[in-house]
């Protein structure tokens, strides 16, 4: 017989997909351990596990996967064929759908863009101090993307609205935003994309103490610290509204000694995903974060992406921070306990198909 573990290698659905399938009645284990729990499979399973990985990936409803594998080894396949049809059917008509509602949103796009464009094309003159804005950028440096189809986030959106200036990056899974104090300008919102290496070069001339000047002209960013400047033009796309996707604080709240997370982080227990290592956290009732070894089947832990978390700890540099766990699709934002207008969100990894 197979293990719950080489079927989950040969089949390539996971352990914990497999687990949810049993649950769901639609692959049964030909035996369970009744003192350990674990799960076997005969080895004429894993074909039928094979097809249900194929199905899954087409977006077959698990009601008719159900039906297909009951059907599957029969002498007669008609109803194996027309749920087939039937799913195929589904799917062109979805795709049809889709087409004409991405048709409507383009032609609401194209009437928002001259309302977008007027937040690009101001003129702005103001100074920050270099620690502040280094300590920025070094915090949200690291979500930055590098996904050449989505270059609008290849950069670090600069938001200036009277005298606050926000940093703010995305990747799709992480953000990071940091809030600078800023003087020589009340007006209204402007926002501007730098380009990473042109961010990357204003970092490297914030190695004073003193104040430094942020020049916005349109598309030209420059920033000037001394007699040395820093310019360049900056990303001609619009920026997601960053303050719509700022998670709500629900959930589980608690501070953290950052040295002793990341150590429990790097030895303890992981997971394997599509994007990476996971780790799966929990909060227990005294606020001590523990890490666990499973976790699909208990909804007050939530699995993230290891690195990615790791990251986020450093680019804070705080020796303690605050970790907001919510639900286990619910964002992670990591605050600091003495600036909670600079923090990190993490997306939370699915353990279960």
């Known amino acids: 017989m197979r293990s719950i573990g080489e079927m989950a290698r040969d089949s390539g659905l996971g352990v914990s997909a497999l687990r949810f399938y049993d649950r769901a009645g639609v692959l049964v284990p030909a035996w369970v351990d009744p003192v ?17 990985a194929r199905l899954r990936r087409a977006g077959m409803p698990l009601a008719d996967i159900r039906l297909m594998l009951a059907s599957w080894s029969g002498a007669d396949t008609d109803l194996v064929r027309k ?14 759908d889709a087409r004409s509602e991405f048709s409507t949103l383009r032609v609401l796009l194209d009437h928002r ?9 101001a003129t702005v003159r103001l100074s920050v101090t270099a620690p502040e804005l280094a300590a920025a950028l070094d915090t949200v440096r690291f979500a930055a993307s590098t996904d050449p189809e989505l270059p609008m986030l290849g950069g670090v959106l600069f938001d200036i609205e009277g005298e606050s200036l926000h940093v703010v990056t995305t990747d799709r899974y992480r953000m990071a935003v940091a809030q600078v104090g800023t003087a020589g300008y009340d007006g209204g919102r402007v926002q ?22 942020l020049s916005v002209d349109g598309d030209r960013v420059t920033l000037e610290a001394g007699d040395r400047q820093a310019a360049g033009q ?27 997370l990341r150590k429990a982080l790097q030895t303890g227990p992981v997971r394997s995903g599509e994007s990476g290592d996971l780790s799966v956290l929990r909060v227990e009732d005294g606020g001590t974060v523990t890490l666990c070894a499973d976790g699909a089947e208990d909804p007050d832990r939530v699995a993230v992406n290891r690195a990615f978390l790791l990251d986020a700890l450093t680019a804070q540099a705080r020796d303690r921070l605050i970790l907001e766990l919510g639900t286990p699709t619910a964002p ?11 923090f990190s969100i993490l997306m939370p990894v699915r353990l279960e198909d």
């Open 36 to 52: 350990s729990g674990y799960r076997w499979y005969e080895p004429e399973q894993l074909e039928e596990a094979l097809l249900l």
């Open 83 to 96: 749920l087939l049809k039937a799913h195929l059917r589904r799917l062109e008509q979805g795709l049809s």
């Open 113 to 121: 863009e001259n309302a977008m464009t007027s937040l690009r094309i």
């Open 192 to 213: 501007v994309i730098v380009p990473t290496p042109l961010a990357d070069a204003m970092r490297a001339l914030l190695a004073g103490v003193g104040p430094v000047r």
């Open 234 to 260: 900056c990303l001609d796309h619009d920026f997601p509204d960053y303050r719509r996707l700022l998670p709500q604080a629900t959930g589980h709240r608690t501070v953290v000694e950052v040295a002793a």
């Open 332 to 342: 992670i934002a990591i605050r600091r306990p003495d600036d909670e207008g600079t």
